[in-house]
């Protein structure tokens, strides 16, 4: 039996539990050079606040139709503010206006669907988390 091809499924696998909940810095594309940290999508809080409210709201998000999805962008929303987008180094600009972070700015900026997309892509991205980085991506 030939090793050519054995792959350590530690080393490909296992992520830091503690950027998971607390999130890491990193640039999110089309949002220039500012670092926003981000955590990981279904991280503890995340599971815990998104059946919260999805519970508190279950009556709505059943019905279908424009109300179920305006509550169902509201509860995500909220969700990512709280949990996954944490903050950022930097400067940003909305309505060119400069903004630090707040919990209530995060909100603001994740109630835009395509922005709240670009953050979700980047907080399930299990490689952004992984303890040890592949290779090509560490540019070798």
């Known amino acids: 039996m030939?090793?050519?091809?054995?792959?350590?499924?530690?080393?490909?696998f296992n992520t830091d539990t503690k950027?998971?909940?607390e999130?890491?810095?990193?640039?999110?594309?089309?949002?220039?050079d500012t670092k926003f940290r981000v955590a990981r999508a279904g991280n503890k809080s995340y599971n815990k606040l998104l059946s919260s409210l999805y519970k508190r709201n279950r009556v709505?998000?059943?019905?279908?139709?424009?109300?179920?999805?305006?509550?169902?962008?509201e509860i995500?929303?909220?969700?990512?503010?709280?949990?996954?987008l944490l903050g950022w180094e930097g400067?940003?600009?909305y309505q060119g206006k400069k903004e630090p972070y707040?919990?209530?700015m995060a909100k603001k900026l994740l109630a835009h669907k395509d922005f709240?997309?670009?953050?979700a892509q980047v907080s399930e991205d299990f490689a952004n988390f992984k303890t040890e980085k592949d290779e090509e991506d560490l540019g070798n």
């Open 60 to 73: 709505i998000l059943d019905s279908k139709g424009d109300d179920a999805e305006n509550k169902s962008n």
């Open 23 to 32: 999130g890491m810095l990193t640039v999110l594309p089309n949002c220039g």
């Open 2 to 12: 030939s090793d050519l091809n054995v792959v350590d499924l530690f080393a490909a």
């Open 102 to 104: 707040s919990y209530e």
């Open 116 to 119: 709240r997309q670009v953050v």
């Open 19 to 21: 950027a998971e909940q």
């Open 76 to 84: 995500m929303t909220e969700v990512f503010a709280k949990t996954i």
């Open 91 to 93: 400067t940003i600009t």
